[in-house]
């Protein structure tokens, strides 16, 4: 490994420089020299929780959160997630499909979230469906019949496996809509089966549903009651507002089911930045990015609206509801080998979180969980260095650099995920669960318990 001895003189020229993107008002400093038994000892609740806001981040493995914190808020500064008081690691792998006693060591989001999901680990690719393809009763599918109100929030397209495996069972994670159940053909309405993602969403029919993806449900379904009709036609029929814009989200009526579609597919990137090369890049700093389509709401303003709606919809009941809320595109942009990308990501789901502890704050009978379904590419090298793959350095909220490396696919290929452990943390009711080491299935029984749900 070359280290390049330039970089003290690239970084003060760096730091002078103007930095874009506004550093968050939400870092809490540590308080690691404090004696925090008693605070521990409190923070231990069993007991059932009224509320399970389970947040999401895909890709969000230990070195991106660090890459956002050291960006964002210092190498030692606290990001919202940083605060939850307990937390421990979870193993994410998935198992093989022709023989599901192996394990498959690196996950996909769809196996993953089939094991939290569902409490059973499968192959890559699966939604919510055994390796046989049968498929499993679901922690929203099972809140839902208890009485809960539910939501699915995501950046991604709302068919994707994070939001999909709450809602539908596939057995290939791409059947999104009519048109795309080539590789589900026992699926398909028109072969009897129980339809596309989208269809299947409408149907389990979650009380509020926000992301991208309009496509798959402008799409004509092929067999069964609804035929001839589109997706949307059937979720209009069966009761949801329709909304598409973030003034239409705003508008809304928060006592009535929502389904909100914000974008043909994935919803635009917050920030942008250097491309990484395999001689690595001048210091420099990430912008905000202009070409965001202003009338998609934030991944904050949606965590923030489905809250709101659940909570209003639930008022008076002693059940109160289910959510998930999920920022994808911190993997896709691992994929994509952009730095900014996945780091105006992971910010903006750190402000979902500070969105989801503040509600909180004010009622201390909702377990919040913060986690990752698979760990991803991104590594912190040694500042100025190069690496077998791309490099890119940006420069810090301590004014300092850090070298990013992307090296698990030839650039520029797809990055790949990676088979380690990764964060999960909790507070409130149950959120003791999280400690030590975990399995990502064991989440399930988590919720299902916090819920009082019968599994
Ligand atoms: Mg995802
Ligand atoms: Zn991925």
């Known amino acids: 490994m070359h280290i390049n001895r330039t970089w003290k003189i690239l970084a003060t020229a760096a730091a002078a420089a103007v930095v874009a993107v506004p550093v968050a008002a939400f870092a809490h400093g540590g308080s690691g020299q404090d004696d925090r038994t008693d605070a521990a000892k409190h923070a231990i609740v069993g007991g059932k929780a009224r509320n399970v806001i389970m947040l999401l981040g895909d890709g969000m493995g230990d070195s991106e959160i660090t890459i956002a914190r050291n960006y ?9 997630m940083d605060t939850l008081p307990l937390t421990g690691e979870y193993t994410t792998y998935a198992v093989q499909k022709a023989d599901p006693t192996k394990p498959d060591y690196v996950t996909d989001s769809a196996a993953s979230g089939t094991g939290w999901s569902t409490g059973h680990k499968t192959y890559n690719g699966a939604i919510s469906v055994l390796p046989n393809g049968d498929p499993l009763p679901t922690i929203l599918e099972l809140a839902k019949s208890a009485g809960y ?17 709450l809602v539908s069972h596939v057995t290939d994670r791409s059947c999104y809509g009519p048109n795309t159940m080539g590789p589900c053909p026992t699926n398909a309405t028109e072969n009897g089966g129980a339809g596309s993602i989208s269809e299947q969403l409408v149907k389990t029919h979650p009380d509020v549903v926000l992301g991208g993806g309009s496509t798959s449900f402008n799409q004509v379904i092929k067999g ?17 507002q329709l909304v598409s814009d973030a003034s239409g989200l705003a508008a809304a009526n928060l006592n009535k089911p929502i389904l909100g579609t914000f974008a043909p597919g994935n919803m635009d990137l917050e920030w942008v930045g250097p491309t990484p090369t395999a001689t690595g890049t001048p210091a420099s700093t990430c912008q905000v990015n202009a070409a965001r389509n202003p009338a ?64 909180q ?55 790949q995920h990676t088979g380690t452990e990764v964060r999960i943390a909790a507070s409130g009711p149950q959120a003791a669960n999280v400690l030590g080491v975990t399995n990502q299935t064991d989440l399930f029984f988590t919720m299902a318990r916090a819920l009082g749900l019968h599994v």
């Open 149 to 165: 109100k539910t939501g699915d929030v995501s950046t991604a397209e709302i068919q994707d496996a994070t939001p999909a495996v």
């Open 361 to 415: 704050k004010q009622h201390p009978d909702t377990l919040v969980i913060v986690t990752a379904d698979h760990g991803h590419t991104s590594q912190i090298v040694a500042a100025g260095s190069t690496t077998t793959g791309v490099t890119a350095t940006l420069v810090t909220h301590d004014g300092a650099p850090m070298t990013i490396s992307y090296a698990t696919t030839p650039f520029p290929g797809s990055q």
């Open 224 to 240: 069964g009651a609804d035929v001839g009709k589109t997706v949307f036609q059937t979720a209009s029929a069966s009761g949801y």
């Open 72 to 80: 964002q808020v210092g190498a030692s500064g606290r990001l919202a």
């Open 296 to 359: 998609q709401p934030h991944l904050s303003v949606m965590a923030d609206t489905a809250i709101k709606a659940l909570d209003k919809q639930s008022r008076g009941n002693r059940k109160g509801f289910f959510l998930q809320i999920e920022g994808a595109s911190i993997d896709k942009q691992d994929h994509a080998a952009n730095p900014c990308g996945q780091i105006g990501e992971t910010v903006e789901f750190d402000k979902a979180i500070d969105v989801a502890l503040d509600y």
